[in-house]
């Protein structure tokens, strides 16, 4: 159980021994460091977070499309963040989009990164800012709530479920929709 000593080097190997032994009991014994400063900075990591509002919503889809959108209502925290990316088990890829107008026409733009102000609020909305869920695994049926991961560059990841719904007074028109304004260059189903 315990080591043989030789006469060279004994006391040196013993002494060693002996200050391992120390240290561990001597790093056992004391108490946590500031206990609570976890609680504490996990705390102040989420009110520094943007927080989504459970007025967010993804819009039903036909069975066909290829495209979803997402709206989500976003507070700021207490710090601007940014949002980056996002992911969700339904679709392939999240691509952060705006609206824009181009003379007569509405065209739609990726986008690399949105900010939210701190104490801001930043509302997407159809027509403006969404959130493209590009190449669906399926129909995104009204009713349901879908997973939904978002990436802040300051705050990391947040997960989210939201709604899907019909748009506000629209109906689910066959081939109707965003993804029908998006065309085949965001996946669309030629």
Request: glycine share 12%; net charge positive; aromatic share 2%.
């Amino acid at each position: 159980m315990f080591p043989t000593l030789t006469k060279r080097g004994s006391a040196a190997r013993l002494l060693a021994l002996a200050f391992a032994a120390a240290a561990t009991v001597s790093v056992a014994a004391q108490p946590p460091a500031a206990a609570g400063a976890a609680p504490a900075a996990a705390a102040a990591a989420a009110a520094a977070a943007p927080r989504v509002d459970p007025q967010s919503w993804a819009r039903a889809t036909v069975p066909t499309a290829r495209v979803g959108s997402v709206y989500l209502v976003l507070h700021g925290g207490a710090a601007e963040d940014r949002l980056v990316s996002g992911s969700t088990p339904v679709a392939e890829r999240v691509e952060l989009h705006q609206t824009i107008r181009e003379g007569d026409v509405m065209k739609m733009r990726e986008v690399p990164a949105l900010a939210v102000p701190a104490g801001g609020t930043v509302r997407m909305q159809p027509g403006g800012l969404h959130m493209m869920l590009v190449g669906l695994k399926r129909p995104l049926n009204e009713g349901e709530r879908i997973a939904l991961t978002l990436r802040f560059e300051r705050s990391g990841e947040q997960r989210v479920e939201i709604s899907v719904r019909e748009a506000p007074g629209h109906g689910a028109a066959p081939g109707a929709g965003h993804g029908a304004a998006h065309g085949a260059g965001h996946g669309a189903a030629p």
